[in-house]
């Protein structure tokens, strides 16, 4: 048998870095990101060394004089040990190394510096290290080659990343554009920046941000939030984490949003911009809150285009809601109209968070909205009114029933939005002082006065007679007295949740489904017609004795009580109130023939 | 107009993101539709809850839903396609597995009629094997699982197939079963490493292999698989149908990690407020078998709803409490289904945990 030979796999390395530089990275402006990334981790490096080293960043745009973009820091620079290692190896990164490694900047260079081939096909880094003092070029090419030479004119310590701006990139060096992106990007960094196009130099950045020093005035931070996210918001929270050291503002929205709406913040990690749209250092329920942060030790996915989700993240954003969490707590206390204000505006995430902490619904109960028959009420305005709260889960349920209760004296609340029943319920079991009940129509004609034992006797031949036309429409009668005794009769649904109208459909033998929830639950709809005692024409239809006529003026009622309680009225119906109409007609014309 | 009424609500079905609320204006826009008599939107808006509801733990509205749809489309097949769910179909055997009070005989009535809708509609037996296996290793029973692999393999993958990632997870489980650990962490590996994936995969997998590598002294794995698993849980934290393997990822934290293994129970077991079925079965013995690693007096902090199992107006129990409802609940769970199955294969899950 012959020997066996081991061979190793050939990379393409055009291939790869077009990959990596591409691929890794969606939008072609991050080399300016990456670049000051380095930048800053040269500087900061260096201050390690000599803390009060003051670190710059020069950016020599492309002019008429000169080609070249030529970005430059007076940091740590690199030996040339490093660049071997980690400029030249591709997949050299911090990533396969320790902890201690993580924190150290040379080992980031190399992987981010790869977006410059994005808008160049060269990079030149020219390099002199504080430790080596020794000037090196270093050349590579987007076709996979670099060379390291080292450089006979002398440089100070720190490096220069030079880049020839590939023509369909050209806008991106542009004066303005440029600025524009340093800002949006380095706006948090501690150094200073400067750009220069042929012989002018202007600084566009040079000193930390307002919000990230120790004493700063909520006036000053509402001002910062109206620029940088064009909002007046109704207030500002600082805040600062242990967990992966966060600090930054809290601001909250003036207008009210939707749940599926993604808010955009502003995420820096080390003070350098990373991401808007990142909303997993956030509460869940935060979703009327806008952020300023900027964090040292959380860590950011490889694309560095959001937060890495870890424990610390999570821990991080504990801290935050627990924040959150106690402002609203103080809120009411210390600015009672921005507390109103909240409670108007984001009613819907605070009942959301209510119901998920308990001791967030303690403080808010008392406030927390609810749409009722009366309109707009705060829980203890409704709880002032009567000592019983009355809610209706279903929308058709309280549209039935909302004029009803109301000539009762009954305040209703519609308990069909979202949270609404799930809070009330909260609420119910967790204040034993509060009584909650769910009313649907049939329970409120439950409240209804029945008649009298001792008018039974005169009642009996004419609940019969009524129950008999009545079975034809699947409709049981009671005869109660209520409000508004101009209203003679009212039509009450059985009360039925969604799985049993669904089932209530279904034909037994329908398919295997159907057979096994009918044989399950047997399912018969029962409605109530509930006729006004106190009513005058009830009163007079007591008397009818000719059935026919009886007959129609009945089924004259269901219709309308039907119309009353918002049923949709169907062909069926129709045609029953039109030959019960005509039937009275015809009846009339008879008794005015035989008069 | 009742239809404009209609698109408002599947408007705001859109708008939402909690799924108990889509669900909740969901079933609002069907009580509109029946009343009109509109099967067509009928039709739709069910179908549009059933693929809502399976993003949760427990379903209330499905089966009655699917039962409709059925009905709708026998009596005018002009009006539908029959393919437009069959994939529903799936789910809804799960379901008839699910609950303890459907019998035998009226799974296999389902099954033959899905079987004939499958046939005429140009596809094979495979989901109806796929849903045969899932049974059998519910019930752990290792004759009913090797039958069931035999014929799900016997035939090739097409539409209506679980995914790839679900059948080979559904394969990791019944070698755990029938040839032990090794060789089903060696079967899980293209999981583990993502190479297929869906909404339960590698999650599902990553818990049973923590689990079982705890059990078989195989720590270090175990440990990996639940870090896999609880990144796994970060990008679902709000999707509930990842109760079960919440819960036995804590069961297992239970063994290694007391304080994570309460926490974990006092943010999920409030989410298993669903019917008693077979999912609630399995999560009665893992929170038995976890109370067991507790202290008796140890307290949860448990929010309940008032539809939950354990609701009983208060919101602190004890570890022994807890031991003593789910251990219950087990009990007669085994009983019921073990009358409907015919065998003891729930009973002997419940002597193991």
Same mark, same amino acid.
């Given at each position: 048998m012959q020997e066996e030979k081991s061979y190793s796999f050939q990379v393409n390395l055009k291939g790869m870095i077009a990959l990596l530089s591409e691929?890794?990275?969606?939008?072609?402006?991050?080399f300016v990101r990456e670049l000051l990334q380095n930048g800053v981790d040269a500087i900061t490096a260096l201050k390690h060394l000599d803390e009060q080293h003051q670190g710059k960043i020069t950016i020599e745009l492309p002019s008429a004089e000169?080609?070249?973009?030529?970005f430059k820091d007076n940091g740590i620079g690199l030996k040339e040990a490093d660049i071997h290692q980690f400029l030249s190896v591709i997949g050299e990164s911090s990533k396969s190394k320790d902890i201690e490694d993580a924190k150290d900047f040379i080992g980031k260079f190399g992987i981010g510096l790869l977006s410059c081939f994005v808008v160049s096909d060269e990079i030149i880094v020219e390099t002199k290290s504080a430790l080596e003092q020794l000037p090196l070029r270093w050349? &590579?090419? &987007?076709?996979?080659?670099?060379?390291i030479e080292r450089m006979n004119e002398d440089t100070p310590v720190g490096t220069r990343v030079i880049l020839t701006p590939k023509k369909q990139y050209n806008y991106i060096f542009e004066a303005d554009y440029f600025e524009k992106k340093i800002k949006f990007y380095g706006d948090a960094l501690r150094e200073s920046i400067a750009i220069v196009v042929g012989d002018t130099e202007k600084i566009v950045h040079k000193e930390e941000p307002k919000w990230l020093s120790s004493s700063v005035s909520k006036t000053d931070l509402l001002a910062i939030g109206k620029e940088l996210f064009h909002v007046s918001f109704l207030d500002a929270i600082p805040f600062e984490t242990t967990a992966g050291k966060a600090k930054g503002v809290l601001y909250i929205l003036p207008f009210r949003t939707q749940f599926s709406n993604k808010q955009r913040h502003r995420i820096y990690l080390k003070r350098m911009f990373l991401a808007e749209e990142d909303q997993s250092i956030l509460p869940n329920w935060a979703f009327f809150v806008r952020m300023l942060?900027?964090?040292?030790?959380?860590?950011a996915t490889a694309s560095r285009e959001s937060l890495m989700r870890n424990d610390v993240l999570r821990l991080a954003r504990k801290e935050i809601a627990a924040v959150l969490k106690t402002y609203l707590q103080q809120v009411k206390k210390i600015d009672f109209d921005i507390y109103l204000r909240i409670i108007q505006t984001h009613y819907l995430h605070l009942k959301a968070f209510a119901l998920e902490d308990p001791d967030f619904l303690d403080i808010f109960l008392a406030d927390i909205p609810f749409e009722t028959n009366r309109g707009q009420r705060s829980f203890q305005n409704i709880i002032d009114h009567q000592q019983q709260l009355y809610y209706c889960a279903d929308f058709e349920d309280f549209k039935q029933i909302d004029r009803m209760a109301d000539t009762q004296g009954m305040l209703l609340v519609n308990a069909s939005y979202t949270f609404d029943t799930e809070l009330l319920r909260k609420i119910k079991q967790r204040y034993s002082e509060y009584n909650i009940a769910e009313m649907s129509p049939n329970q409120l004609l439950g409240t209804f006065q029945p008649v009298h034992e001792n008018e039974h006797d005169q009642f009996v031949s004419f609940k019969k007679d009524v129950q008999h036309i009545l079975d034809d429409y699947n409709c049981q009668l009671e005869i109660r007295r209520f409000k508004p005794v101009d209203t003679p009769a009212i039509f009450t649904k059985m009360d039925q949740n969604n799985v049993e109208h669904t089932i209530s459909q279904l034909k037994e033998n329908a398919n295997p489904f159907a057979q096994v929830l009918k044989t399950a639950r047997p399912n018969k709809i029962q409605n109530t017609l509930c006729l006004n005692a106190d009513n005058a024409l009830i009163i007079t239809l007591i008397d009818i004795k000719d059935t026919y006529m009886l007959r129609s003026v009945v089924e004259v009622l269901y219709v309308q009580a039907l119309i009353l309680g918002k049923y949709p009225i169907q062909e069926r119906e129709m045609k029953v109130m039109n030959d019960a109409l005509k039937n009275l007609i015809v009846m009339g014309l008879d008794n005015f023939v035989n008069l | 107009m009742y239809t404009l009424k209609i698109q408002k609500l599947r408007n705001q079905v859109a708008r939402v993101d909690n799924t108990l609320e889509k669900v909740n204006l969901l079933t609002q826009a069907i009580r509109i539709a029946?009343?009109?008599?509109?099967?067509?939107?009928?039709y739709d808006l069910r179908l549009d809850l059933i693929s809502e509801e399976i993003d949760l733990a427990f379903s209330t509205e499905s089966l009655p839903a699917f039962a409709w749809i059925l009905q709708a489309y026998d009596e005018n097949p002009e009006l539908f396609k029959e393919e437009d769910f069959l994939w529903q179909y799936k789910w809804m055997m799960s379901e008839l597995y699910d609950n303890p009070d459907v019998s035998r005989e009226q799974i296999q009535a389902a099954l033959r009629d899905f079987e004939q809708r499958l046939i005429r509609n140009g596809y094979g037996k495979r989901a109806i094997y796929n849903e045969e296996l899932s049974d059998a290793l519910a019930q752990k029973d290792l004759a009913a699982i090797e039958l069931a692999l035999k014929n799900v393999n016997a035939l090739q993958r097409d539409d209506m197939s679980d995914c790839e990632a679900c059948e080979m997870d559904a394969e990791v489980a019944a070698i755990l079963l029938q040839q032990g650990y090794a060789p089903a962490v060696e079967k899980a590996?293209?999981?583990i490493e993502r190479q297929f994936t869906c909404a339960h995969v590698p999650l599902r997998t990553a818990v049973n292999l923590a689990y079982e590598g705890y059990k078989h002294g195989d720590i270090e794995r175990a440990n990996s698989m639940a870090e896999l698993a609880e990144k796994e849980v970060f990008k679902k934290e709000k999707d509930s149908a990842i109760l079960l393997s919440v819960i036995k990822l804590a069961t297992y934290f239970s063994y290694t990690d007391?304080?994570?293994?309460?926490?974990?129970?006092e943010r999920f077991l409030p989410w298993a407020d669903g019917p008693e079925n077979r999912s609630m079965f399995q999560l009665a013995c893992y929170i038995s078998e976890a109370m067991k690693n507790f202290g008796p007096h140890e307290s949860f902090v448990l929010e309940l709803g008032n539809q939950h199992n354990l609701f009983q107006g208060k919101n602190t129990f004890t570890a022994s409490e807890l031991a003593i409802h789910y251990g219950k609940l087990a009990d007669q769970l085994a009983d019921r289904f073990d009358l409907r199955n015919g065998n003891s294969n729930f009973r002997k899950q419940v002597t193991f945990a």
């Open positions: 691929h890794l990275y969606s939008d072609p402006n991050t000169q080609s070249k973009f030529i050349t &590579a090419r &987007a076709e996979g080659d670099y060379k942060v900027n964090t040292e030790e959380l860590s | 029946d009343e009109n008599q509109d099967i067509e939107w009928g590996l293209p999981l007391l304080g994570k293994a309460k926490e974990w129970i």
